[in-house]
């Protein structure tokens, strides 16, 4: 973790703050945030700065009159040693100054959130821009059932024996349910391994530097459960993970870029959620995802965030759910996020769109914070970009049950599941335990 100013650089890129500050200025607006943070970032490295060009000056200052010292005699050496002391005295404060300039800066930029890419949509959660829509919505000529509804005909979501052994918004999977489940996560896995990914099961457990460093413990810190005893946090993505996979490393990524899909439980408290999302599945405290993670270089980052967000329309081809993608909007954004695109699959109980992958470019935020960089050709340093996405998760099923669900509680399995079910084509209501 970073801790000084020296090496603001890992929390944001102090360069890009001196060189272009309108631009995180900017940033800053558009995310609805303080651009001001910038002007005291800037204060605090000139700050720094000064301080330490006057400590250097002092530094040489006091070797060369070391050496005076250590050829007089007498009186005058007495002299010399009642100046070299006053240098001393005088160092020891201009350190002192340097360090709390660098404290202060180094607090001050881990408020500085990710700096948008151009383009990205202004404004809070209902700023976002369509940028198209897939596949037909169809009206059903029957009275259309939610997803708990359907799951709980078919023995597939049991709700009130997960609040009763665990409390609200904890379900147990059962029968069809699970296997509907583990057909998603398979095939995901699957879709990542040909597309070259390498499949991970990731730990849930990550330690505090980690969690901060993928920019979790910011404005959402209370969404994250953290197990005081042994100062560790459950992670809600394996994006955590995975971002922490290659900390303080170097990366050889002449190749291209390393991508890795985590398959893992994901814990979350969904804080402050409210409404009809928190019925059934939507928002609940745990589910299962597989995540998308690549590392790449800088200019590769935004072609990547393209390739990541195709993957996910593959698999919700695979899923044949209608969706719309949408491009986040700059208050809407994670800390980490320079840009997101969602995917958004239609929900019928409710005639509304319903939030199922998302996939974001963290630009070198990420990555800077846990210091991982590549080697240039011509051997210098620099950091790496990091991406991510969702290709499967738990919230998949609300939309699979009620896009594909029949006049009799019934359910077709979408054609690109049936593989992963055994052939299966449709799931028949049964009798409730």
Known sequence: MVGVVGRVGGVIDLKLLRDDPDQVRASQRARGADPGLVDQVLDADARRRAALTEFERLRAEQKAHGR????????????????????????????????AAERTAA???RRIDNVVEQGVPVGGEDDYVVL?????????????????ELGEGLGAIDTERGAKVSGARFYFLTGIGARLELALLNAAADLAVRHGFTLMITPTLVKPEIMAGTGFLGAH???????????????????????????????DLAAGPLRYA????????????????????????????????????????AVEHQRILAFEKEMLALADLPYRVIDTAAGDLGSSAAR???????????????????????????????????????????TVATLNGTLATTRWIVAILENHQRADGSVVVPAGLRPYLGGLEVLEPVRKP
């Open 221 to 251: 810190a209370d969404e994250i459960y953290h197990l005081g005893t042994d100062d560790l946090y459950l992670v809600g993505t394996s994006e955590v993970a995975l971002a922490g996979y290659h900390t303080g490393e170097i990366l």
């Open 68 to 99: 005076l010292v250590a050829a007089a005699k007498g009186e005058e050496k007495q002299q010399l040693l009642a100046h070299a002391k006053q240098l001393a005295e005088r160092v020891k404060v201009l350190q002192a100054d340097a360090d």
């Open 340 to 382: 997101k695109y969602d995917c958004e699959a239609w929900l019928p109980s409710q005639r509304r769109y319903m939030e199922v992958t998302s996939t974001s470019n963290c630009t070198t935020f990420q990555a800077r914070r846990l210091g991982v960089r590549e080697r240039l050709a011509d051997g210098s340093l620099q």
């Open 262 to 301: 985590g398959w893992s439980a994901c814990y979350r408290r969904e804080a402050g959620s409210y409404g009809k999302d928190t019925r059934g599945i939507i928002r609940v405290h745990q589910f299962h995802k597989v995540e998308a993670f690549s590392w790449t270089t800088v200019d590769e980052a």
């Open 107 to 109: 607090e001050l930029s």
């Open 132 to 148: 198209e829509h897939v596949g037909a919505i169809l009206e059903p000529d029957f009275p259309v059932r939610d997803h708990l």
